[in-house]
Each structure stands twice: as structure tokens, then as C-alpha cells.
């Protein structure tokens, strides 16, 4: 059931599927050298766009943004509390010399390319950086895009179902947070659970649920895509998605992100 894409070939016929995989080799055209994560930790803590997620949230759904608890403490003493934050834009702090300097021209350019390269186009596309303090999870949920998931350093698992058609149908696709609940009858058996390590990379399927825990200090950044499409086509359930709304929901939703606007800029 574990399954790791490693050629094109594979993701093109994989992307649209239900079932999480990992990403290695020719899938992943990129590669950086981050900082230490204690001066990741202590510059986000700083930063005015981080916002804060209390760490046992099982069962809320990462609502609220509680970053005033956190500002001001020092890295030792964040440890000492259930803390996540989350950064919305990583080119915000490529700058020469900061957190993030050439992360655009290493990673997402190199990865816009090679989407672009095989067919791909999207309305959004862009990289948030998101720290996991020990001992944190997140809430069960499921994301209205398509999300690859790179875990750059500690140990997580990410969790989803074996089959997650039998527990979101596509007649819930368009449930909101709040009805996003885990639910009480499932099993070990249902659940499909990815450890990933240190820059480990995981596709994370449009609106499939899933909950991601962190026994320890973690920090990753994902992906989100949303309107992604193949040689014109939508997944099947962003296509629905689009159908139920009578509209493109990514439409005004960071246009600066597109692939349109990434084609001219080459
Ligand atoms: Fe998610």
C-alpha cells in the first residue's frame, strides 16, 4: 500500500488518484540548504506574516491563530510548550541573507518548470514554510488543493486512509472545516500512515482527509496547488468541486501565482 513515485512517467499517472504517495528522484528537480532550525524557529517566531497553532488540535482543525502566546519567547522556552507555526510565503524571506535567501531560483522555479515541462498548469502555486514543536499534531481535515508535503527535518507521520473514497465520498467534497470531524468507528486497518524523515516528500491528494503528528521538533514546507491540471483536465475531484460552485474557486485567489504568469517571467 506504501508507495514511492520516482519517475514522471509515474507521477503523470498518479496524480490523480486517492491514495498518498512519496515523491524521490526524477519527481523532485529541486534541493536546498536551509539554515539550522532553531534560527528558522527563532526568526518565524519574529516574523509579523507567522501565524500560531496551539499543538494538540486533534479535533479543531488548526482554526485560530493563537501567535500572540508565542511571540517574545526564546527557542528553549517555546520548546517547552505545544507550539506550530506557520509562514504563508517563502519568497517573502528569500532576500540576501535571510532564512530563505535563493530558495525561488533553487526549488520553485526548478519545480514550476518541471510541471510546466509535462503538461501541468495551475491557477496557485506557492510554498509555505510550517515548524512542528515536539509533541504536536495537527487536526483531522482535508485541503481544497493539491499539496506536496516536504518534510526537511525531524520525524513525522502523516496519516490518511487506505481508502479514502469509503470515508469522504465525493458528495462530501465540499464539506467545511467545521463538518471535517475524525471519525469514531475506524480502525488501525483503515489508516494509512507515512513515517517520514528528514527531507522526505509525501503528495498529499486534493480533499482526501488526513492528520499529521510530530513526536518531535519538525520543520517542512508545503506545496499547495490549486486548479492544477493535466494536459487541460482537473482531478476528478477538483473538477467537481468547480462543477458544484459554478465556478473556478482558485480564480482570484494569489493570481500572482499562476502558471500563466510564471510562463511570461521566463
Ligand atoms: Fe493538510
Not at 104 to 111: A, N
Not at 143 to 157: C, I, M, P, Q, T
Request: proline share 5%; net charge negative.
Amino acid at each position: 500500500m506504501h508507495k514511492t513515485v520516482a519517475t514522471t512517467a509515474e507521477f503523470l499517472h498518479t496524480w490523480d488518484s486517492r491514495i498518498n504517495f512519496l515523491m524521490a528522484d526524477e519527481c523532485v528537480p529541486f534541493s536546498f540548504e536551509f539554515p539550522p532550525i532553531e534560527q528558522i524557529v527563532e526568526r518565524l517566531v519574529a516574523e509579523q506574516n507567522t501565524t500560531g497553532i496551539e499543538g494538540q488540535l486533534r479535533n479543531t482543525g488548526d482554526r485560530g491563530n493563537t501567535m500572540e502566546q508565542f511571540r517574545g519567547m526564546s527557542f528553549t522556552d517555546l520548546m517547552e510548550t505545544s507550539f506550530q507555526l506557520r509562514y504563508p510565503d517563502v519568497t517573502l524571506l528569500d532576500r540576501p541573507g535571510d532564512l530563505f535567501a535563493g530558495f525561488t531560483e533553487q526549488v520553485l522555479v526548478p519545480w514550476k518548470r518541471y510541471l510546466l515541462d509535462h503538461g501541468f498548469e495551475w491557477d496557485r502555486c506557492y510554498a509555505l514554510a510550517r515548524v512542528s514543536g515536539p509533541n504536536t499534531c495537527t487536526g483531522y481535515h482535508m485541503d481544497r488543493s493539491n499539496v506536496l508535503f516536504w518534510n526537511v527535518r525531524g520525524h513525522k507521520v502523516f496519516h490518511g486512509f487506505r481508502e479514502p473514497d469509503r470515508w469522504v465520498p465525493l458528495t462530501r467534497a465540499n464539506d467545511e472545516r467545521e463538518a471535517q470531524i475524525m471519525p469514531a468507528h475506524m480502525s488501525s486497518q483503515d489508516v494509512l500512515s507515512y513515517e517520514v524523515g528528514d527531507n522526505t516528500l509525501l503528495w498529499n491528494h486534493l480533499l482526501t482527509p488526513h492528520w499529521v503528528d510530530s513526536p518531535e521538533l519538525a520543520f517542512g514546507i508545503n506545496f499547495s496547488h490549486g486548479g492544477l491540471r493535466h494536459n487541460g483536465r482537473l482531478c476528478r475531484y477538483e473538477q467537481h468541486l468547480y462543477n458544484t460552485l459554478g465556478r473556478n474557486p482558485n480564480e482570484n485567489w494569489l493570481p500572482e501565482t499562476a502558471s500563466a504568469v510564471f510562463q511570461k517571467g521566463l
